[in-house]
């Protein structure tokens, strides 16, 4: 069993209140945590990366429980996505450990979200950041939910680490007039539409 011993964990919380035009009814919330955790394939190629996916599902549940606690609730969270860095020492694959434990545990505790959860990966040194991509929850094709959040940490990921990160949205972009299926319209039969 490897040991992705964690190192630490942050939270980052914005309420956009305006951005151009006039002031949104309720300002739109977003979201992120990340958590630092030892990578124990850094330093050397492993054959077996999958099975060890299942290792990190507690903390996939544990980082959702605490982003949703910093989203004020589950009510309304209608976007998400997911990150992941890999420290100097590691290799780009390490970061697709990510994918399961992140994406699922956001999955199940949000209910009925259907659509695919946007992800992103990269490698980088210390200081490095990334931008998780947010999508709707039940429909790939709003496009009113398009979005990013860029996070990072001073210091890390350091060599042999690997970051981890969470995203969740309420509302749509503030603003948004870019057409594509409404809201309103979304049947979330497929996780297209």
Excluded: C
Excluded at 6 to 16: A, Q
Excluded at 158 to 168: G, I, P, T, V, Y
Excluded at 175 to 190: F, I, K, P, Q, S
């Amino acid at each position: 069993m490897p040991d992705f011993a964690l190192r630490k964990t942050m939270l980052f919380v914005e309420d956009i209140h305006h951005d151009g035009g006039p002031a949104p009814a309720l300002p739109r919330r977003r979201a992120a945590i990340v958590a630092l955790v030892r990578n124990p394939f850094a330093g050397e190629y492993a054959a077996d990366l999958q099975s060890a996916m299942e290792d990190l599902k507690p903390l996939g549940l544990q980082m959702t429980d605490r982003l949703i606690e910093a989203m004020g609730g589950i009510e309304g969270i209608d976007a998400y996505g997911k990150a992941s860095l890999a420290g100097e020492g590691g290799e780009l694959e390490h970061t697709a450990l990510w994918h399961v434990p992140g994406g699922y545990a956001m999955r199940e505790r949000l209910g009925e979200a259907r659509a695919i959860v946007p992800s992103s990966m990269k490698m980088g040194g210390v200081g490095t950041r990334i931008d998780i991509p947010l999508g709707h929850i039940n429909a790939a094709y709003v496009r009113s939910h398009f979005d990013g959040m860029e996070v990072g940490v001073p210091d890390g990921p350091r060599a042999a680490e690997l970051l981890f990160a969470l995203a969740m949205a309420r509302g749509p972009r503030i603003h948004h007039r870019m057409g594509g299926l409404a809201v309103e319209d979304v049947r979330g039969e497929d996780g297209l539409r």
